[in-house]
C-alpha cells in the first residue's frame, strides 16, 4: 500500500468517533496522508489528547458514552456539519454496530470498516459458526443453532461431553459465558447464561461447545480490499490477559509452528472471504494443548494490539484500512507480507495490581515515557491530564521490538524502567513481573496465566526502590502536584547507577 506523493489524499477530512489513544493513531494516519482529521469529545474530554491532535473538534455531549461517544445521531450531525467524507470508529464504542456502518452509508459518509452485513453476520455468534463451517473453517464441536428446552440442551451436551461452555450468540468478550463440567449443573448454569446474555447483549439466545482446557488465545489479522483481494498479516498471541481483558500481547506466537502458521493464515483468508470482508479484521482461534487450532471469532475492526503486527510486517494497518475505504486496491500480495523479529505490547493501564486490579484514575502529575531504539508508545494522555473513570483505564501501549524474542523482552524491560507516571496508579510493576517469569520466558502461557501464576506479593519481589521515580514523585509535591501511589517500578541494571544516584539527590534537594 505504498502511496506516492503525487497521488490525492484519499479523503479530504476524517471523522474521527473515539478517543484515547486510538482517536490519536488515526489522527497521526490522517495528517501523514494530507486528511484532515475531526475530533469529537465529551465534556471532561474537552482537553484531552485526541482533541489537541486534531485540525477540528466538536463537543458531542456528557461524560456517559451513552450521551456522547455512542450517540449515532449526534456523530453522524457532526460528520456533515464538519464535511467529512468518512468516519473512523477506533475499537470499542461504535465500531462494530451494523447500524452505525448503515447509518454512514445512509448519510453519504464513507464507514472505514466493512458493510453493515459482515458485522451483522460476525455479530450473530451462531451465524458466524454456521458461515465459517459452510467455509471449511475448524469450528469448535458444538450446536449449530440458539438452544431451545433444556432437555435439548442436556442431550447435546452430553453428545460432545463434558465440560462444555454455555455461550451468548448475541455477542462474544466472556459475557453471558459458563463453563460446565458435568450434567447436574447444565440447568442453573443455563438460567444463568441465559439472563446475563439478555442484560449484557438484549438477546438471550445461548449455544453449546465443547471446552477447550487451558487454551491459547491466537489471533490472525487480516486485510481485505474492495477489489476481492485478501491478505493475512500472521498472527498475534494474547493468551496473557485477565477477565478477557488482554495484558501482554506478541508477535509471533511461540506457539506455532510454521505449518501450523501457514495454514492458520490459509483459514483466515477463507473466513474473511466468506462474509466479503472489507478493511482490517482478526480471526480469533483457540489453540489447544495439541496445537489444534479453531476458530472463536471474527473481530470486525482494528484492534487494541495492532501495532505489534506493524511492527512485525512494517504495514501500518491503520492507512491501510483508509485506503481501502477510499476504494484503492491493497498495494501487495501474501507473498511480500513476511515477519520480520519480534515485537510485544504491554497494555499501560490506570490500575492498582496490588489491590485487586482496582481501576486507579486521578491527575498525572508526573509522566515520562520510554524511547530508544524499538520503543513505540502510543498514548492517549500527557502530563496534566484527568484520567476519568468514566472510561477504559489504558493510559498508553508500550510496544518493544527486537529481533529475537529474547532482545524485544530485554527492551521492554529497559523501557518498563524508563516510564514514570506520578498520580494514577499504573500496572507497571505487573509488566515487569510477568516479563521476567519463567513460564513467560519459556514461553509457556495459556489464558489462565495470570490467575495461575500472579499474587501481589509477587511484585514486591525483585523491584528494588526504584530511586528516579521516587524522585520524581517528590518534585511533584514540591511543585504542588499530588504523588498518589507511586507504581515502584524500578528498572533493571545495577541498582546504584550515576544516573540513579544523581536522580535520588537531587531530588532530596528539592
Ligand atoms: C472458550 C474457552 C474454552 N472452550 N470456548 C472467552 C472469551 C470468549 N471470546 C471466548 N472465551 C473462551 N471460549 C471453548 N469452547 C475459553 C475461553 C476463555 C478465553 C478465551 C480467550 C482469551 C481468554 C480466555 C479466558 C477464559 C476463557
Known amino acids: ?240 490477559q485477565r477477565r478477557h481483558q488482554k495484558v501482554i500481547e506478541e508477535s509471533p506466537s511461540t506457539a506455532l509452528d510454521e505449518a501450523t502458521r501457514s495454514e492458520m493464515g490459509r483459514v483466515a483468508v477463507a473466513a474473511a472471504k466468506a462474509v466479503d470482508y472489507v478493511g482490517a479484521g482478526t480471526v480469533e482461534f483457540l489453540v489447544d494443548q495439541e496445537r489444534r487450532f479453531h476458530f472463536l471469532e471474527m473481530n470486525t475492526r482494528i484492534q487494541v494490539e495492532h501495532p505489534i503486527t506493524e511492527a512485525v510486517t512494517g504495514v501500518d494497518l491503520v492507512k491501510a484500512q483508509i485506503e481501502i475505504a477510499a476504494g484503492r486496491p491493497l498495494g501487495f500480495e501474501q507473498a511480500d507480507v513476511v515477519q520480520r523479529g519480534w515485537a510485544i505490547e504491554c497494555r499501560i493501564y490506570a490500575e492498582d495490581p496490588e489491590n485487586n486490579f ?41 510496544v518493544a521490538w527486537g529481533a529475537t524474542r529474547d532482545e524485544a523482552i530485554g527492551r521492554m524491560l529497559r523501557a518498563l524502567g524508563e516510564y514514570v507516571i506520578v498520580g494514577p496508579t499504573a500496572n507497571v510493576a505487573f509488566h515487569r513481573w510477568a516479563l521476567r517469569h519463567p513460564a513467560f520466558r519459556a514461553g509457556d502461557i495459556d489464558t489462565g496465566f495470570i490467575a495461575r501464576h500472579f499474587t501481589p506479593a509477587a511484585l514486591a519481589e525483585g523491584t528494588e526502590a526504584d530511586l528516579p521515580l521516587i524522585g520524581a514523585a517528590l518534585a511533584a509535591i514540591a511543585r504542588g502536584g499530588t504523588a498518589v501511589g507511586a507504581n515502584g517500578a524500578g528498572p533493571p541494571g545495577p541498582p546504584r547507577s550515576r544516573w540513579r544516584e544523581l536522580a535520588r539527590r537531587e531530588a532530596l534537594r528539592e
Not at 134 to 160: C, F, M, Q, R
Open 358 to 398: 482496582l481501576p486507579a484514575p486521578g491527575r498525572i502529575a508526573v509522566l515520562r515515557v520510554p524511547s530508544g531504539i524499538g520503543i513505540r508508545d502510543d498514548s492517549g494522555v500527557y502530563e496534566g491530564f484527568e484520567v476519568s473513570t468514566h472510561y477504559d483505564p489504558i493510559l498508553s501501549k508500550l
Open 1 to 240: 500500500m505504498a502511496t506516492s506523493h503525487s497521488e490525492r489524499p484519499p479523503f479530504t477530512r476524517i471523522l474521527v468517533a473515539n478517543r484515547g489513544e486510538i482517536a490519536v493513531r488515526v489522527m497521526r494516519a490522517c495528517r501523514e496522508l494530507g486528511i484532515e482529521s475531526v475530533a469529537v469529545y465529551s465534556e471532561p474530554d474537552r482537553s484531552a489528547l485526541h482533541v489537541r491532535q486534531a485540525d477540528h473538534a466538536y463537543p458531542i455531549g456528557p461524560a456517559a458514552a451513552a450521551e456522547s461517544y455512542l450517540r449515532i445521531d449526534k456523530l453522524i450531525a457532526v460528520a456533515l456539519e464538519s464535511r467529512a467524507d468518512a468516519i473512523h470508529p477506533g475499537y470499542g464504542f461504535l465500531s462494530e454496530r451494523a447500524a452505525f456502518a448503515q447509518a454512514c452509508a445512509d448519510a453519504g459518509v464513507v464507514f472505514i470498516g466493512p458493510s453493515a452485513h459482515a458485522i451483522a453476520a460476525m455479530g450473530d455468534k451462531v451465524e458466524a459458526r454456521r458461515l465459517m463451517r459452510k467455509a471449511g473453517v475448524p469450528v469448535v464441536p458444538g450446536s449449530d443453532h440458539a438452544l431451545g428446552s433444556d432437555g435439548e440442551v442436556e442431550k447435546l451436551a452430553s453428545a460432545i461431553g463434558f465440560p462444555v461452555m454455555l455461550k451468548a450468540a448475541g455477542g462474544g468478550g466472556g459475557k453471558g459465558m459458563r463453563l460446565v463440567e458435568s450434567p447436574d449443573q447444565l440447568k442453573s448454569a443455563l438460567r444463568a447464561a441465559r439472563s446475563e446474555a439478555r442484560s449484557a447483549f438484549g438477546d438471550d439466545r445461548v449455544y453449546v461447545e465443547k471446552a477447550i482446557v487451558r487454551p491459547r488465545h491466537i489471533e490472525v489479522q487480516v486485510l481485505g480490499d474492495t477489489h476481492g483481494h485478501v491478505v493475512h498479516l500472521y498472527e498475534r498471541e494474547c493468551s496473557v
